[in-house]
C-alpha cells in the first residue's frame, strides 16, 4: 500500500465517515482498507434494497477477523458502518476511488473477494450485487469478463459490475471467485495462478498480520493452484568451499593430536612439563569446536524459517502464513536427530520433533495480535536442532535464527545475545515494503552489535537480503527497490563494499521450491549466488583467520616442545650442570613462585570486595535520577498509531519503547560508571601489580638461562604475552555481549504480559474522558500515557528486576577478577613446572649410565623431527587455505 497516496480529500472522507477529526498521521493502511472494506460490503448489503438476517451476520463475520470483541479496532469499524450509511459512500464511487487509490493490486483483489463472500450470505449472488462489484473492480484495474455467472438475483449483479469496473481489476479474477462461492462453472488454470499468486499472505504484511490471515483464509476457498509437475531430481545444496575448509580443518585436528602424543610420550619420559598437556588439549579444544557461527536477523514474517529451509535444503523449520518464530534457535551437526530444549532456570530436556514444531513458535492468536510479549513470557532460553544430514551444518555452521523482533519488549538483549562471537549475520528485510522505520533501527542496532561500538562504521561482516522479489510486479519496481536499498545502506555506511557481495535479492520460497522441484530457474541462481557469497565470506575472510590462529597456536606450543627439548638434551650431554647451591635457589625460587600466587589472589580478592562496594553506591545512586531521565526521553517518543482508534497498540509501543530505554539507560551505566570509571582504574593498577610480579619471574628465568646456558625466558615470555594480551579487554566480558549487554539482558525477565496487561488498565484509568467524539487533545493524550507507563514501568522494574541486574553486576565483577587470576596462576604454575623438570633432568643425568643417556637422545631426536614435521604441515595447510 502507498500511503503516500492518501490526500487532504481522503482525510476528510475519513473524518466524515467517523465523525472524528483526524489527522494524517491517524490514516493508517489498516484504517484505509477497513474503510473501504465496510464500504464494498454495505454497498453488497444495501444495492437490492433489502438486508437479510443472513446479511447481517456475515457482515458481523468479516469483519470480526479484523479486529477483537471491544477492541480500538472494532470500535473504529462501527463507527464507518454508521459513517458509510448515513452519507452512502457505498453510492459515490468518486468517494471509493479516493478510499482504494493507495490499494496494491493484491489489496484491491481481496477487496474484491469479501465483496463475492457477502453477495452469496443469502445463498446466491443477486445480479445487482454482482454489478456493483464488476463496476468497482473495472475502476480499480480489475477486468470484467470474469463477471458472467448463472442464476443470481440482477441487483446484485449490477452492484457487483460497477465495484469490478471502479477497482480496474481483471475480470477473470472475479470469475474465479464467483465460481469459488457459487460451486458453479469450471476454473481458468492461468487466471487461478494469477489469483494465487496476488493473495499470497507474504503481499499483506504491511498491513497486520490478521489480513494475513485473511488472504491466507481467503486462498483456502480456492481449489490448490496446480503443481508443476518435473521429472528431475531434487538439486543438492552444495557447499564445495566449505567442505574443502573442514578438511583443513580436520587436518588441524590431525596436528593437534601427533603433537599432544607426543608430549605423553616425553612427559612419561619426564621430558617435558605436564603444563605442556594442559596447554595443547586447551588448542585441541578450540579447534575441535571451532564452528562458522551465522546469524538470522529480522521482523515478523520476513521469510527468515523459509530462507533457513533453503539453505539446509530441508524444510525443518516450521513455516505458516503469519508470524511463527517463537524461540532462538540453534541448528546444528549432530551424529543423530534429536532436539533439545533449554530454559531460563538452567534446565534443559530433549523433546520429541513434533515437540519442537510447537515450542519453537508462538501461538496464532498471539501473532494475529502482535502479542510479541508472549516471547518475553516465554520460559524458554533457547532450541538446539541437531541434524546429521543438514548441508550447511554438517559443513562446520551453526546457524542461530531469532525470533521475530518487529517490537520485541527484549530486543536489544536478543541480539545482543544471538550476536555475541558472530561471524556472519544475515539481516532480512521483505522487497514490497523495504525497511521501514523501525526495521532501520533495527538494522542500525545490529551493525552496532557486530562492532561492538557506537561508533558509525561498517559492519565487515553484515548481509542485507532482500527476500520476495517475485511479489514485484515490474522491473521498474525491482530497479526502485534496489536503488533505494544501496543508496541507505551506503548513506548509513552499514556495510563493508568489497569483492564479496553483502546485499542479495532472493524468494527464499521459489528458491526452496525450486531446489526441491530440481529447477534451475533465476530464483534458483539468485538464491545460489547469495549462498556462495556467504560461502566464500565464510572461508576466504573468517575461515583464513580462524586457521592462522589455530596454526599460531600449535606453533607456540611446538616451540616450547622443542626448547624443553634441546635443553633436556643439553643436561644428558652434561652441558647443563648445576650446582647444590644452584638446586637450592631452584627449590626457593619455587617456594617464591607458590608465595607470588597466593599474594596475587589475596590482592585480587581484596580489589574485588572493593569493586563491588562501589559497584554497588554507584549503582544506587544512578537509580535516584532513572525515572526522570527516562520520561525526558520520552517527549522525543512518537508513534503512528493513534490513541482514538489503535490505543492497545499504542500502549504496547510504548511500553516496548520504554523498556528500550530502560535497557540504554542500564547499558550506559555498566558502560561509562562500571567499566571505565570502577574497574578499569582498580583493573589498571591489579595489572601493574601482577605484571610488575611476573616481571620478577621472567627476570629469574632471565639469571638462570645466562647461569646454564639455556633459554627458559623465551618459554615464559610467550606465556606472558598471553597475559598481556587478556589484560587489553575485561576477562572476556567487554568482547561480545559487553559489560552494559550483559546487565540490560539480565531484564530478560523484567518484560511480559503482565507489564502490557496492567499498563493498559492503567492508561485507560489516566486518560479516562479523553476520548470524546469532539476535538480531542491527541498531544496531551500521548503525554498521559507516555508518563503512565513510565511510571508504572519503574514501580515494576524496582519490584522485580533492579536485584536481579546488581546480581548480574556482581557476576561481571567476580568473572572479571577469576579470569585475572587464572591469567596469572597459569604463567606462575607454568615457572614451577618449569623449575621442577630442571631439577628431574639433573637427578636423572647423575643417576643414567652412558647407554641410558644415548637411548634418551635417540628418543628426543626422533620426537623432535616429528615435531619438526607438524610445524611444515603446518605451513602447508597455512598456504593451501589461503588460495580457498
Known amino acids: 500500500m502507498d500511503t503516500s497516496r492518501v490526500t487532504s480529500e481522503t482525510v476528510d472522507l475519513l473524518s466524515r465517515i467517523t465523525g472524528q477529526k483526524l489527522s494524517q498521521r491517524d490514516i493508517t493502511p489498516q484504517v484505509l482498507f477497513l474503510a473501504s472494506l465496510v464500504t464494498v460490503l454495505l454497498g453488497v448489503m444495501l444495492v437490492d434494497g433489502t438486508v437479510s438476517e443472513a446479511e447481517k451476520q456475515r457482515l458481523q463475520t468479516i469483519l470480526s477477523r479484523f479486529s477483537q470483541s471491544n477492541s480500538d479496532v472494532q470500535k473504529l469499524t462501527n463507527l464507518m458502518i454508521k459513517g458509510v450509511k448515513e452519507n452512502q459512500t457505498y453510492k459515490k464511487i468518486q468517494d471509493l476511488l479516493r478510499l482504494t487509490l493507495p490499494l496494491s493490486e493484491s489489496e484491491k483483489i481481496l477487496l474484491i473477494a469479501f465483496g463475492y463472500e457477502m453477495s452469496v450470505a443469502d445463498g446466491e449472488i443477486d445480479v445487482r450485487e454482482k454489478q456493483y462489484l464488476g463496476i468497482v473492480a473495472k475502476n480499480l484495474g480489475v477486468e470484467s469478463?470474469?463477471?458472467?455467472?448463472?442464476?443470481?438475483?440482477?441487483k446484485e449483479k449490477q452492484y457487483l459490475g460497477i465495484v469490478a469496473k471502479n477497482l480496474g481489476v481483471k475480470s477473470e479474477y472475479l470469475e474465479v471467485f464467483e465460481i469459488a462461492f457459487t460451486h458453479q462453472g469450471k476454473f481458468d488454470a492461468n487466471a487461478l495462478n494469477e489469483?494465487?499468486?496476488?493473495?499470497?499472505?507474504?503481499?499483506?504484511?504491511?498491513?497486520?498480520?490478521?489480513?494475513?490471515?485473511?488472504?491466507s483464509d481467503?486462498?483456502?476457498?480456492?481449489?490448490a493452484k496446480p503443481e508443476i509437475k518435473t521429472t528431475q531430481k531434487h538439486t543438492s545444496v552444495s557447499y564445495d568451499e566449505l567442505k574443502k575448509f573442514q578438511v583443513y580443518r580436520q587436518n588441524l585436528d590431525s596436528c593437534c593430536n601427533l603433537v599432544s602424543e607426543i608430549i605423553h610420550e616425553c612427559k612419561d619420559h619426564s621430558f617435558l612439563p605436564s603444563t605442556l598437556i594442559d596447554d595443547i588439549t586447551e588448542v585441541y579444544n578450540k579447534i575441535k569446536n571451532q564452528r562458522f557461527r551465522l546469524a538470522v536477523i529480522g521482523e515478523f514474517s520476513q521469510g527468515k524459517s523459509t530462507l533457513l529451509n533453503a539453505l539446509l535444503g530441508e524444510e525443518i523449520q516450521p513455516v505458516r502464513a503469519i508470524p511463527c518464530s517463537g524461540a532462538v534457535t540453534v541448528l546444528k551437526y549432530g551424529t543423530q536427530k534429536r532436539v533439545i530444549c533449554r530454559y531460563k532456570d538452567g534446565r534443559s530436556e530433549e523433546i520429541a520433533f513434533e515437540e519442537y514444531k510447537v515450542k519453537a513458535t508462538i501461538s496464532k492468536e498471539a501473532a494475529l495480535e502482535h502479542r510479541s510479549d508472549e516471547l518475553a513470557q516465554s520460559n524458554i532460553e533457547e532450541i538446539i536442532f541437531e541434524h546429521p544430514e543438514l548441508a550447511l551444518c554438517k559443513n562446520g555452521v551453526e546457524i542461530v535464527d531469532s525470533p521475530g523482533l518487529n517490537e520485541h519488549p527484549q530486543r536489544t538483549a536478543i541480539t545482543q545475545k544471538?550476536?555475541?562471537?558472530?561471524?556472519?549475520?544475515?539481516?532480512?528485510?521483505?522487497?514490497?515494503?523495504?525497511?521501514?522505520e523501525k526495521e532501520k533501527e533495527l538494522l542500525h542496532d545490529v551493525r552496532y552489535q557486530l562492532n561492538n561500538s557506537y561508533i558509525k562504521e561498517p559492519a565487515d561482516n553484515l548481509f542485507v537480503l532482500v527476500n520476495f522479489m517475485d511479489n514485484l510486479d515490474t522491473q521498474e519496481d525491482v530497479q526502485d527497490v534496489k536503488q533505494r536499498l544501496e543508496s541507505f545502506v551506503k548513506k548509513e555506511n552499514l556495510l563493508v563494499f568489497k569483492e564479496i557481495n553483502r546485499v542479495h535479492y532472493i524468494s527464499a520460497k521459489t528458491a526452496l521450491k525450486s531446489i526441491q522441484n530440481g529447477n534451475n530457474d533465476e530464483y534458483l541462481q539468485s538464491f545460489q549466488m547469495f549462498t556462495q557469497s556467504l560461502e566464500k565470506f565464510l572461508t576466504l575472510e573468517r575461515g583464513t583467520l580462524?586457521?592462522?590462529?589455530?596454526?599460531?597456536?600449535?606453533?607456540?606450543?611446538?616451540?616450547k616442545c622443542l626448547d624443553s627439548l634441546y635443553i633436556v638434551e643439553e643436561s644428558l650431554d652434561g652441558k647443563i650442570k648445576l650446582s647444590e647451591i644452584g638446586k637450592q635457589e631452584?627449590?626457593?625460587?619455587?617456594?617464591?613462585?607458590?608465595?607470588?600466587?597466593?599474594?596475587?589472589?589475596?590482592?585480587?580478592?581484596?580489589?574485588?570486595?572493593?569493586v563491588i562496594e562501589q559497584a554497588q553506591k554507584s549503582w544506587e545512586e544512578w537509580n535516584k535520577g532513572l525515572e526522570n531521565r527516562i520520561l525526558q526521553k520520552s517527549k522525543h517518543w512518537s508513534s503512528k498509531h493513534s490513541p482514538v482508534f489503535s490505543q492497545d497498540k499504542l500502549i504496547k509501543y510504548y511500553t516496548t519503547q520504554f523498556t528500550n530505554e530502560l535497557m540504554r539507560d542500564i547499558d550506559v551505566w555498566g558502560n561509562q560508571e562500571l567499566k571505565e570509571e570502577i574497574l578499569h582504574k582498580h583493573l589498571e593498577s591489579l595489572n601493574a601489580y601482577i605484571t610488575y610480579e611476573l616481571d620478577k619471574?621472567?627476570?629469574?628465568?632471565?639469571?638462570?638461562?645466562?647461569?646454564?646456558?639455556?633459554n627458559f625466558s623465551k618459554q615464559i615470555n610467550i606465556s606472558i604475552a598471553g597475559v598481556n594480551d587478556d589484560f587489553m579487554g575485561f576477562g572476556g566480558i567487554s568482547g561480545g555481549l559487553g559489560i552494559g549487554g550483559a546487565l540490560a539482558a539480565a531484564l530478560i525477565f523484567f518484560t511480559g504480559i503482565g507489564f502490557v496487561a496492567i499498563a493498559v488498565f492503567a492508561v485507560g484509568a489516566a486518560i479516562a474522558g479523553s476520548l470524546g467524539l469532539g476535538m480531542l487533545d491527541i498531544d496531551g493524550i500521548h503525554t498521559k500515557i507516555k508518563t503512565t507507563i513510565c511510571k508504572i514501568g519503574m514501580k515494576k522494574f524496582?519490584?522485580?528486576?533492579?536485584?536481579?541486574?546488581?546480581?548480574?553486576?556482581?557476576?561481571?565483577?567476580?568473572?572479571?577478577?577469576?579470569?585475572?587470576?587464572?591469567?596469572?596462576?597459569?604463567?606462575?604454575?607454568?615457572?614451577?613446572?618449569?623449575?621442577?623438570?630442571?631439577l628431574e633432568q639433573q637427578e636423572k643425568a647423575h643417576q643414567e649410565n652412558l647407554e641410558q643417556r644415548e637411548i634418551e637422545k635417540a628418543f628426543i631426536n626422533q620426537k623432535r623431527q616429528e615435531l619438526e614435521q607438524v610445524q611444515k604441515e603446518l605451513k602447508t595447510i597455512i598456504n593451501k587455505s589461503t588460495t580457498l
Request: with cysteine; aromatic share 8%; net charge negative.
Open 145 to 154: 469478463e470474469y463477471l458472467e455467472v448463472r442464476d443470481i438475483d440482477i
Open 195 to 215: 489469483v494465487h499468486f496476488l493473495l499470497d499472505p507474504s503481499r499483506f504484511q504491511e498491513l497486520d498480520t490478521v489480513f494475513v490471515k485473511a488472504a
Open 218 to 223: 481467503m486462498l483456502a476457498i480456492l481449489p
Open 418 to 436: 544471538i550476536l555475541t562471537d558472530t561471524d556472519a549475520a544475515i539481516f532480512l528485510t521483505n522487497a514490497t515494503r523495504l525497511l521501514p
Open 546 to 559: 580462524k586457521i592462522n590462529r589455530a596454526v599460531n597456536d600449535i606453533t607456540q606450543v611446538i616451540t
Open 586 to 610: 631452584i627449590l626457593e625460587k619455587i617456594g617464591e613462585a607458590s608465595g607470588c600466587d597466593v599474594t596475587i589472589y589475596n590482592l585480587v580478592e581484596k580489589r574485588k570486595e572493593l
Open 697 to 710: 619471574v621472567k627476570s629469574d628465568f632471565k639469571r638462570l638461562d645466562q647461569q646454564i646456558k639455556t
Open 798 to 838: 524496582c519490584e522485580e528486576s533492579k536485584d536481579k541486574v546488581y546480581q548480574t553486576t556482581q557476576e561481571i565483577i567476580n568473572t572479571v577478577f577469576k579470569n585475572r587470576f587464572e591469567s596469572a596462576s597459569r604463567v606462575i604454575t607454568e615457572a614451577i613446572s618449569i623449575y621442577e623438570n630442571i
